[in-house]
């Protein structure tokens, strides 16, 4: 069974530029979550989706959004990107468990 | 605010040595306890997992002990291999969130 996809992997932005990252779960999964990680605050919690329905938000702010489409592949957006938003996102997919997630290798960004 | 506090920061053992990993949570409302693994330039992998009803779980060399009046969790790594050198997160879920703690990184000197 293939594991989580995510696409770009790597990709470099420019300050106030907009970035989409793209996220395929493993077949069978309905919900899907994206991470941020970064050394300095760890792994936080961005949004979960399931079912096209977003049933779970961190806090960070409007900049961030994502969707989830009817195959349950996703997508996260984030606007007018600013340095601090250099970080590794990651996604992951979850049968029913919750907490049980599994994980994809990421998407590096580079705000410049 | 952390919502799970992990210690210690980082850890070296010999090989064959045991390793240990504390976690702390405050919201009862947590009700799966996770462990992730992960490498460099990979995802976090999930290692093992408990709920609440369970002290203790064992899978080959990995250990969690849960302590629920404490609100205490801890991962025990027997005779650590070098291919155990990783970063550990602890993690609590509640309602399809988790929250990680900060993570370990451990070394196992062969």
């Known amino acids: 069974k293939a594991g989580v996809t995510q696409t770009p992997r790597y990709l470099i932005k420019t300050r106030g530029q907009q970035v989409t990252l793209s996220c395929s779960p493993i077949?069978?999964?309905?919900?899907v979550s994206w991470y941020q990680q970064t050394p300095g605050q760890g792994l936080q919690f961005l949004f979960e989706?399931?079912?096209?329905?977003?049933?779970n938000k961190g806090n960070f702010p409007g900049r961030f959004s994502g969707r989830q489409f009817s195959n349950s592949r996703s997508e996260m957006n984030v606007s007018t990107l600013e340095l601090g938003d250099s970080a590794l996102y990651l996604c992951?997919?979850?049968?029913?468990?919750?907490?049980?997630?599994?994980f994809g290798e990421g998407s590096r960004l580079t705000v410049l | 605010q952390q919502q799970v506090k992990q210690s210690p920061q980082s850890l070296i053992v010999q090989k064959g040595g045991i390793s240990i990993i504390n976690c702390a949570y405050e919201?009862?409302?947590?009700?799966?306890f996770p462990w992730y693994q992960q490498f460099p330039g990979k995802g976090p992998a999930l290692l093992i997992a408990?709920?609440?009803?369970?002290s203790e779980k064992k899978e080959g060399r990995f250990t969690i002990s849960f302590n629920k009046s404490a609100k205490q969790f801890s991962l025990h790594i027997m005779d650590s291999q070098p291919g155990d050198s990783a970063t550990y997160f602890c993690?609590?879920?509640?309602?399809?969130?988790?929250?990680f703690g900060a993570g370990t990184t451990v070394t196992v000197r062969a």
């Open positions: 993690a609590a879920a509640n309602d399809y969130k988790l929250s």
């Open positions: 919201n009862t409302a947590f009700d799966y």
């Open positions: 989706y399931f079912s096209e329905t977003q049933r």
């Open positions: 992951a997919s979850s049968p029913r468990v919750s907490g049980e997630l599994f």
């Open positions: 077949s069978g999964h309905r919900s």
């Open positions: 408990i709920r609440p009803d369970v």
